[in-house]
């Protein structure tokens, strides 16, 4: 059965520093991975996804993962961490005919001035 | 920008009462889906729409929930008797297509506590 696990409940970064937040799938086919974010008191926004093409996924707000078969990661990265990314960012994995989601737990992104 | 939207945006309820969560998807999408996140846990799916029927559902819904498209915009899911275990930030969302690489749009959520 397909799983996601993101390590780190919590990530703290400084302003203009790097931003990695860590995501480990399961998954007995090819899978199809997302990157969701939740600013405070809104719905869950698409920030990218993986869908078989290329291996670095480049989306919205600076961000990318790459996609690393070897490793079952697809961690998420910025390279300058600004203090409007301060949210909580779910990693998850499509399964079943349409596509359900499996999330994992969420990291919520502090970002120190 | 169409988003998909939830009401109401918080709900509390006594347990065994009945409760109906509501959803407008976004206009021209076709699937529909459910899911909920208890306090600290993991997003969880529910259950998915098409066609005016279940397409699949997890094994969290179980005979207490219900799914219903009453009308050309609103998508609901109701809790026959709500348990303690039900409190939870239900999330809508809704796709244009039904491909596992197809982006699935979520409305803000209704925090549902039951007493």
């Known amino acids: 059965a397909q799983s996601v696990t993101q390590l780190g409940s919590h990530v703290s970064v400084s302003e203009g520093a790097l931003v990695l937040l860590r995501c480990n799938y399961s998954s007995s086919v090819p899978p199809y991975l997302f990157w969701y974010v939740q600013y405070p008191n809104q719905g869950l926004q698409l920030l990218l996804k993986?869908?078989?093409?290329?291996?670095l996924v480049k989306g919205i707000n600076g961000f990318e993962a790459e996609f690393k078969k070897s490793e079952t990661s697809f961690h998420l990265t910025k390279p300058s961490a600004h203090m409007s990314d301060a949210a909580e960012y779910f990693c998850a994995v499509s399964v079943g005919s349409q596509g359900n989601l499996i999330f994992g737990k969420g990291t919520k992104l502090s970002v120190k001035p | 920008e169409p988003e998909v939207t939830q009401t109401p945006s918080h709900q509390v309820t006594q347990m065994g009462q009945e409760v109906i969560l509501r959803c407008v998807p976004i206009?021209?999408?076709?699937?529909f889906y459910w899911y909920r996140q208890i306090l600290g846990q993991k997003v969880e799916f529910l259950v998915s729409?098409?066609?005016?029927?279940?397409?699949?559902k997890s094994e969290i819904f179980d005979d207490q929930f219900s799914v219903e498209r009453p009308d050309g915009s609103n998508f609901t899911l109701k809790i026959r008797s709500t348990k303690l275990e039900d409190s939870a930030m239900y999330f809508c969302a809704s796709s244009g297509q039904a491909f596992s690489t197809d982006t699935q749009y979520f409305g803000p959520g209704t925090r549902l506590t039951v007493l």
């Open positions: 993986y869908t078989s093409a290329a291996t």
């Open positions: 206009s021209n999408h076709l699937y």
């Open positions: 729409f098409y066609n005016n029927e279940i397409s699949e």
